[in-house]
């Protein structure tokens, strides 16, 4: 049961401002549609690889929920990052065996603006240090189109790594492998992430996008920073792409640290 990665998942304060810069970034985006919530709706950036950025956007605050609650607090930026089970309820039930505290999958969906429904599974732990679980229940290609939309003018073909900011790197590879299941174990050592030095482990998901779990070494730099802000989860991703353009204005992306290296 390799499981890839999914989607990564933005903030963005006016989605049609994060439209236009996405699309002056370079990036093909499309419109997701209306969450059945009615909190949140979004736009998206599909990949060739079929991973996605989500870029959602609040119509008001939804006490209780993290996503709302980091970014009321924090802003623009990273909230989540997700991956693809084939199965969700076996991966949950495998998960579960394995220790890690991860919750029974509930139902979720949403109108597209042509007016499909589709409809998914969520799996979260109330760690953010791991990814939570989007297991589609009608075809994924309604979720997740194909075609046209998944070729950018940037070059961008797919998302080569992430990094996922936490407090206890020993703690959060131990829970990603329970996640991940055989095969995930990963080596400890010491690097420099974002200028800081930090304590990381990569990890190897479906695909071959890789996961580094950072811990900073102190509280200076950014990557102390976002995780004293936003708390756990994803700090920057790098994309696959021919254009080799390096690091993507912040002020287009909304905060998040993206950048693109050739042939990653």
């Keep these: ?34 969450h059945q919530n009615g909190i949140t709706h979004n736009v998206l950036v599909v990949l060739q690889d079929g991973a996605y950025l989500e870029l959602i956007a609040f119509r008001r605050p939804d006490p209780g929920n993290r996503w709302s609650e980091v970014f009321h607090r924090a802003g623009e ?10 199965d969700i309820d076996a991966v949950v039930a495998a998960a579960q065996g394995r220790g890690l505290d991860i ?9 597209r603006p042509d007016g499909a429904r589709l409809d998914w599974k969520t799996a979260r732990s109330p760690g953010s240090d791991v990814p939570f679980l989007c297991g589609d ?3 994924r290609a309604l979720r997740v189109q194909e075609g046209a939309v998944r070729h950018h003018p940037n070059g961008v073909t797919g998302v080569a790594s992430v990094t996922v900011a936490v407090r206890d790197v020993e703690a959060a590879r131990a829970r990603y492998a329970a996640l ?15 200028g800081t030095r930090a304590r990381t482990a990569t990890l190897t998901l479906g695909g071959g996008t890789t996961v580094t779990l950072a811990s900073p070494a102190s ?17 920057a991703a790098i994309f696959r792409g021919p254009a080799g353009s390096g690091a993507l204005d912040p002020a287009l992306t909304h905060g998040a640290r993206l950048s693109i290296a050739r042939g990653a």
Excluded: C, K, N
Excluded at 77 to 86: N, R, S
């Design 1 to 34: 049961m390799t499981l890839s990665l999914d989607h990564l998942v933005i903030a963005v304060a006016d989605l049609d401002r994060a439209f236009a810069d996405y699309a002056a970034l370079g990036f093909t985006v499309i419109r997701g549609g209306e």
């Design 77 to 86: 930026g990273f909230l989540d990052h997700a991956l693809l089970p084939d």
């Design 103 to 111: 919750a029974d999958p509930v139902a979720g969906g949403r109108h």
């Design 137 to 139: 229940v009608t075809p």
């Design 180 to 194: 991940l299941g055989a095969g995930a174990a990963a080596a400890i050592r010491e690097e420099v992430v974002a």
């Design 219 to 235: 509280a200076e730099g950014d990557l102390a920073a976002a995780l004293a802000s936003r708390g756990e989860g994803p700090f």
